[in-house]
């Protein structure tokens, strides 16, 4: 569900575009009648917004949520700044690490987020392989990260 906004006029190419502050429409629409109408306008369909939000409870919900982001952020601030003994403790930092700051999808293949994946994947693999001992040095399998494995 989209947050109030008014239609404004075509663009140059006749595509259709929206403002949902007043600011946009200030930029858009010159000074006169149709932009008082448009801030009207949108400044009703914003309070009838905000009255509905409250009635239905998403406003409280909304404070909540915010409450609970932030105390799931200081946990993992918490985390990260707590030595790490074991390989397993390094694994769980980085994955929190990655999981409450990386910035989204698309900076997963941007620096430093595309190497703080592939060193996850190279820890996991040194778990993996410390888990599982081996009575013979020579019969210990090589790790071999899954990237370099598929090449």
Do not use: F
Not at 46 to 68: D, K, M, P
């Amino acid at each position: 569900m989209d947050h109030p906004r008014v239609p404004l006029p075509p663009d140059w190419d006749g595509s259709h575009r929206y403002a949902g502050e007043a600011g946009t429409i200030a930029r858009v629409v010159s000074s006169g009648r149709h932009r008082r109408r448009l801030e009207r306008l949108l400044q009703r369909r914003q309070r009838r917004w905000n009255e509905a939000a409250c009635s239905i409870g998403l406003t409280a919900a909304q404070v909540a949520e915010a409450e609970l982001d932030g105390a799931v952020l200081d946990k993992a601030d918490s985390l990260i700044a707590t030595p790490a003994w074991t390989l397993d403790a390094m694994v769980l930092k980085l994955v929190v690490l990655l999981g409450t700051q990386e910035p989204g999808p698309s900076a997963s293949a941007t620096s430093p987020w595309r190497e703080l994946r592939l060193i996850l994947m190279d820890l996991r693999g040194l778990a993996t392989a410390a888990e599982s001992p081996h009575d013979d040095v020579a019969t210990t399998p090589a790790y071999v990260p899954p990237a370099a494995a598929s090449v």
